[in-house]
Antibody
Framework: EVQLVQSGAEAKKPGESLKISCKGSGYSFRSYWIGWVRQMPGKGLEWMGIIYPGDSNVKYSPSFQGQVIISVDKSMTTAFLQWSSLRASDTAMYYC????????????WGQGTLVTVSS | SYVLTQPPSVSVAPGKTATIACGGNDIGSKSVHWYQQKPGQAPVLVIY???NRPSGIPERFSGSNSGNTATLIVSRVEAGDEADYYCHVWDNSSDQDVFGPGTTVTVL
C-alpha cells in the first residue's frame, strides 16, 4: 500500500527555522516525483515545488524560489521542506504529494502538516 | 506563468448536475486533473488526464477538455459531493505545475 506519512504539527516563532518531513512507503520511492503544496487558512492549493528522489532534481515554483528548500534522503525514503527564517505568513497546512510519471497527476497525498508561526 | 481560472462557487440541488469549468489558454492541449477536497481532509484525485476516473471514484464524475476550457461534471449530485474542487495542469512551457483557484460546490 502506497503511503506518504508527514511529520506532526509545528508551532514556531517568527525567525525560527523548521524542517518538516514526508516519508514514502509501499512503492519505489526514487522513481516518483514528490511535490509540496501549501494551503493557507481558508485558501486554495498552491504548488511550491517538486523533487525527483532518483537524482534530487528540484524545481521550485517562482513564488517559492528562495523562500524554502526542498530536499530528499533516499536511504530514508523521506522528502523534506525547510525554512531558515519563518514568518507569520508561512502559517499554513503543507501537503506532500506523489506525482505520476506519465500523466503528471497527483495520485497520493500525505495527511498534511500544520505549521503555525506566531509570536 | 500559466494561469487557470475557476468560478468561486457552484450551487446545485441534489440529484441534479454540477458543472465546474477550468479556464486556461489552450488548455485543451494539456492534461487536466481534478481533485476534491472536503473540510479538514487532504485532496483526493477524482479525474486525471481530462476524463479518466481513478478506481473507487463513482461513474457520476466525468470530465472533458477542449479549446480554452476543461470541465468537471458531477451527475446525480449527492450531499457527500459538497466540497472544494481544484483543477491542475503541468505547463510544459514553464515546466511548472499549476492549480486553479478552486470551486466550492454547495448542495442545496
Amino acid at each position: 500500500e502506497v503511503q506518504l506519512v508527514q511529520s506532526g504539527a509545528e508551532a514556531k516563532k517568527p525567525g525560527e527555522s523548521l524542517k518538516i518531513s514526508c516519508k514514502g512507503s509501499g512503492y519505489s520511492f526514487r522513481s516518483y516525483w514528490i511535490g509540496w503544496v501549501r494551503q493557507m487558512p481558508g485558501k486554495g492549493l498552491e504548488w511550491m515545488g517538486i523533487i525527483y528522489p532518483g537524482d534530487s532534481n528540484v524545481k521550485y515554483s517562482p513564488s517559492f524560489q528562495g523562500q524554502v528548500i526542498i530536499s530528499v534522503d533516499k536511504s530514508m525514503t523521506t522528502a523534506f521542506l525547510q525554512w531558515s527564517s519563518l514568518r507569520a505568513s508561512d502559517t499554513a497546512m503543507y501537503y506532500c504529494a506523489r506525482r505520476q510519471a506519465y500523466y503528471d497527476n497527483i495520485d497520493y497525498w500525505g495527511q498534511g502538516t500544520l505549521v503555525t508561526v506566531s509570536s | 506563468s500559466y494561469v487557470l481560472t475557476q468560478p468561486p462557487s457552484v450551487s446545485v440541488a441534489p440529484g441534479k448536475t454540477a458543472t465546474i469549468a477550468c479556464g486556461g489558454n489552450d488548455i485543451g492541449s494539456k492534461s487536466v486533473h481534478w481533485y476534491q477536497q472536503k473540510p479538514g481532509q487532504a485532496p483526493v484525485l477524482v479525474i486525471y488526464y481530462d476524463s479518466n476516473r481513478p478506481s473507487g471514484i463513482p461513474e457520476r464524475f466525468s470530465g472533458s477538455n477542449s479549446g480554452n476550457t476543461a470541465t468537471l461534471i458531477v451527475s446525480r449530485v449527492e450531499a457527500g459531493d459538497e466540497a472544494d474542487y481544484y483543477c491542475h495542469v503541468w505547463d510544459n512551457s514553464s515546466d511548472q505545475d499549476v492549480f486553479g483557484p478552486g470551486t466550492t460546490v454547495t448542495v442545496l
